[in-house]
C-alpha cells in the first residue's frame, strides 16, 4: 500500500455531516458551470484550473444542461450586498436574507450549497465567494483547482479541518489535488460504486479502490526510474 493511502476512517471522515453521519454524494450528471463577477480573461484560466479537477473524476464540461441550463455557478463579489443584484438569486437560494444576514455576520467569504436527484446524486452547486485580501492574492489557477475540489464531492463540514486537500508543487508554483485525494475522487467515480451512500461501509469500498490508484500509479513511477 502507498505511504499516501488515505485509510477507511479517515475517508469516512471525509463525508461525515455535522450529525455524525456518513454522506456521500457524486455528480449524477455531466456538469455545466457558470461564473458570475469576473472578467473574461479570469473566465478562462479558472475554467483552465477547474477542468484540470474534473479530469480526475474522468469527466468534462458541458456547454448545457439540458434540463437546467447551468447547473453549478459561481456568484463572485467584494460584498455580500452586491449579491442583491443578481437577478432570481432569491430563487435559487430560498430564504437568501436570512442567508446574507449570517454570511455578513460571521465574516464569511464563501459558501458552497447543493441540491440532489432522485438517486442523491448532486444535481447542483451554487457558490458565494466574497474577495478578500487573502483570496485576490490567491493565484487563479489555485483558486480553480481549490473550489472545484471542494465541489466535486459532497465533503462533510469539517473534512479538510485539518488537511488540505490541495497542495502548491515546488517546481512550477502550480496548485494541484494531493495524490492521495485525487485518488479518492477517482474511485468515487468508479461506475461500480453507487452515485450516493448513507452506510459507512462505503468508506471501506472508497478506500480499497484509492489504494489501488495509487499502487497502480507508485508501479508506473518504479517503471519509468528504470
Known amino acids: 500500500m502507498s505511504d499516501d493511502t488515505l485509510p477507511a476512517d479517515r475517508i469516512e471522515a471525509l463525508f461525515r455531516a455535522k450529525d455524525g453521519t456518513y454522506r456521500f454524494s457524486r455528480w449524477g450528471r455531466p456538469i455545466a458551470p457558470v461564473v458570475f463577477g469576473v472578467d473574461d480573461e479570469t473566465l478562462d484560466h479558472l475554467k483552465d484550473a477547474m477542468t484540470s479537477v474534473l479530469g480526475i473524476a474522468d469527466m468534462a464540461f458541458v456547454e448545457t444542461d439540458p434540463e437546467l441550463g447551468a447547473n453549478l455557478m459561481f456568484f463572485f463579489c467584494q460584498d455580500w450586498d452586491e449579491l442583491d443584484?443578481?437577478?432570481?438569486?432569491?430563487?435559487?437560494l430560498p430564504d437568501f436574507?436570512?442567508?446574507?444576514?449570517?454570511?455578513?455576520?460571521t465574516g464569511a467569504t464563501q459558501y458552497r450549497t447543493f441540491s440532489f436527484d432522485e438517486n442523491g446524486a448532486i444535481k447542483v452547486c451554487i457558490v458565494l465567494l466574497r474577495y478578500d485580501d487573502y483570496m485576490a492574492e490567491t493565484p487563479i489557477?489555485?483558486?480553480?483547482?481549490?473550489?472545484?475540489?471542494?465541489?466535486?464531492?459532497?465533503?462533510?463540514?469539517?473534512?479538510?479541518?485539518?488537511d488540505s486537500p490541495i497542495a502548491i508543487v515546488p517546481g512550477n508554483g502550480m496548485?494541484?489535488?494531493?495524490?492521495?485525494?485525487?485518488?479518492?475522487?477517482?474511485?468515487?467515480?468508479?461506475?461500480?460504486?453507487?452515485?450516493?451512500?448513507?452506510?459507512?461501509?462505503?468508506?471501506?469500498?472508497?478506500?480499497?479502490?484509492?489504494?489501488?490508484?495509487?499502487?497502480?500509479?507508485e508501479d508506473d513511477r518504479q517503471d519509468a526510474s528504470v
Open 85 to 92: 443584484m443578481v437577478p432570481n438569486l432569491d430563487k435559487l
Open 97 to 105: 436574507d436570512i442567508l446574507k444576514g449570517s454570511l455578513k455576520r
Open 141 to 162: 489557477q489555485t483558486l480553480g483547482v481549490g473550489q472545484m475540489t471542494q465541489c466535486i464531492l459532497l465533503w462533510g463540514d469539517e473534512a479538510f479541518d485539518e
Open 175 to 217: 496548485c494541484i489535488v494531493k495524490p492521495a485525494y485525487a485518488a479518492v475522487i477517482r474511485a468515487a467515480y468508479d461506475p461500480a460504486l453507487p452515485p450516493s451512500a448513507t452506510d459507512r461501509s462505503h468508506a471501506i469500498r472508497l478506500a480499497a479502490r484509492a489504494g489501488k490508484l495509487l499502487e497502480g500509479l
